[in-house]
Nanobody, 125 residues
C-alpha cells in the first residue's frame, strides 16, 4: 500500500484545515491509521490514530479537543480535521498505516510500517 497526504498549506492562527491521506495499491481496511508530525529541529510527534474499524481514536495531548481523525473505507482515505490552529502546529504531517489486520490505534510510531510523504502545514501568527 502507498500513502499520500494532501491538504497542507498556509493558514492563520485560529483557522482550520483538513488533511487527507489517500491510499493506493491495497486497501487500508483492517489497518489502524495514524498521523504524526515533525517540525524543523524537533522530534517526530504523535498527532492522532484511529483503529481499524473507526470506532476508537486517540490523540496527542497538544491537539486533543482541536483535531479529529476519521476514515472512509469506501474511499480508502483517512482525514485529519484541524481547528483552532496555532503557530506551534506548524510541521510536516505524515500519515501512516499500522501493520497487521484489525489493529488498534497507537501512539507509538514503531507500530506503523507504511509511511507516506508528508504535507506541510504552516500556521502564521
Amino acid at each position: 500500500v502507498q500513502l499520500q497526504a494532501f491538504g497542507g498549506g498556509l493558514v492563520q492562527a485560529g483557522g482550520s484545515l483538513e488533511l487527507s491521506c489517500a491510499a493506493s495499491g491495497r486497501t487500508i481496511s483492517g489497518r489502524a491509521m495514524g498521523w504524526f508530525r515533525q517540525a524543523p529541529g524537533k522530534e517526530r510527534e504523535f498527532v492522532a490514530s484511529i483503529n481499524w474499524s473507526g470506532g476508537r481514536t486517540i490523540y496527542g495531548d497538544s491537539v486533543k479537543g482541536r483535531f479529529t481523525i476519521s476514515r472512509d473505507s469506501g474511499k480508502n482515505t483517512v482525514y485529519l480535521q484541524m481547528t483552532s490552529l496555532e503557530p506551534e502546529d506548524t510541521a510536516v504531517y505524515h500519515c501512516t498505516a499500522r501493520g497487521g489486520l484489525f489493529t488498534e490505534a497507537s501512539s507509538d510510531y514503531k507500530n506503523f510500517d507504511v509511511w507516506g510523504q508528508g504535507t506541510l502545514v504552516t500556521v502564521s501568527s
